[in-house]
């Protein structure tokens, strides 16, 4: 069975504070790694991994993959407060189907 | 920029009572999928769809859900007789690409809030 593990569960943290999320997996055929970001309702993309060691950028967001130890990060630099959301970490399989992380909640303070 | 788009947004149901969850994907994507989202629990899949039929599904989507793409554009799920546990957020998703193993990301609705009373 395809396993998601995020860490930490929760974070608080001020604005301007850099941040980094863990995300573990365990998954037959990996196609692909996806963050997400999760404010009231829907997840919206933030990015897709596929190779090990290329990291992707957006803004103050970037994310990197590693294959061979099973991980991803995604760091958040000079947080602001709408960056305060659950960043959810899913694991996209050879079935295309997407298996969830239990999310982490960060909560950026003024 | 497209999205995709769910209706209603909060359905209040009976138990036993069958309901519909509307979907319209974005226009040109060929995969759609079903998720559900327990209060304060993890994302968790129920099904797939593909070139009209049913191309993967979770444990939870058992014989009281069924999904339908009747006309080409809305993709429904129903839930034939409601339980109080099915009370979740229910979201819809599609993934664009030309063929089923394209690598690509999946874009969320809005979600539907179902509570089952």
């Known amino acids: 069975e395809d396993k998601v593990v995020q860490s930490p569960l929760s974070l608080v943290v001020h604005e301007g504070d850099t941040v980094t999320l863990n995300c573990s997996y365990e998954v037959t055929n990996f196609r692909s790694l996806l963050w997400y970001k999760q404010e009231k309702k829907a997840p919206t993309f933030l990015f897709m991994l596929?190779?090990?060691?290329i990291e992707k950028k957006s803004g103050r967001l970037s994310s990197i993959l590693d294959k061979k130890e099973l991980f991803s990060i995604l760091n958040i630099t000079a947080t602001q407060t709408g960056d305060s959301a659950v960043y959810l970490c899913?694991?996209?399989?050879?079935?295309?189907?997407?298996?969830f992380g239990g999310g982490t909640r960060l909560m950026v303070k003024p | 920029e497209p999205e995709v788009t769910q209706t209603p947004s909060h359905q209040v149901t009976q138990m036993g009572q069958e309901v519909i969850l509307r979907c319209v994907p974005i226009s040109n994507h060929l995969y759609f999928y079903w998720y559900r989202q327990i209060l304060g629990q993890k994302v968790e899949f129920l099904v797939s769809f593909y070139n009209n039929e049913i191309s993967e599904k979770s444990e939870i989507f058992d014989d009281q859900f069924s999904v339908e793409r009747p006309d080409g554009s809305n993709f429904t799920l129903k839930i034939r007789s409601t339980k109080l546990e099915d009370s979740a957020m229910y979201f819809c998703?599609?993934?664009?690409?030309?063929?089923?193993?394209?690598?690509?990301?999946?874009?969320f609705g809005q979600g539907t809030r179902l509570t089952v009373v």
């Open positions: 998703a599609s993934r664009g690409g030309q063929g089923r193993f394209q690598n690509t990301e999946a874009f």
């Open positions: 596929t190779s090990s060691g």
């Open positions: 899913a694991i996209n399989n050879a079935g295309n189907m997407l298996t």
